[in-house]
């Protein structure tokens, strides 16, 4: 069964990367402009402790290994998750604001 609401809020993307259940990097931003077709035109680093809590659990729970993305609404009862994958997503924006997930996300040996 599939239940949705609309729920209201900026809309964020998060990444991290994770090492056998153990996150090692997280990068967190915010569409500020909205672009062709709904993307983001313009975006803005921001911490997100709540968000990576959510994410290191997701992630340790499932013993995850590599990249963990997320699609997050910041709502006034706490964040709410509405699409999670197991990729990358534009790796070069984390590394302008200081995060280099490229390289963390190196598969085992």
Do not use: Y
């Amino acid at each position: 069964m599939l239940v949705q609401r609309e729920v209201r809020g900026p809309l964020v993307m998060v990444q991290s990367v994770f090492a056998a259940g153990a996150p090692v990097a997280f990068h967190a931003c915010e569409r500020t402009g909205e672009g062709a077709r709904g993307g983001a035109s313009r975006k803005r680093g921001l911490p997100l402790p709540e968000v990576a809590g959510h994410l290191r659990r997701l992630g340790g729970e499932l013993g995850w290994h590599g990249a963990l993305s997320a699609d997050v609404v910041l709502t006034e009862q706490g964040p709410v998750f509405i699409d999670v994958n197991p990729r990358l997503v534009e790796p070069v924006d984390a590394l302008l604001s200081g995060v280099d997930l490229a390289t963390r996300a190196a598969p085992r040996s």
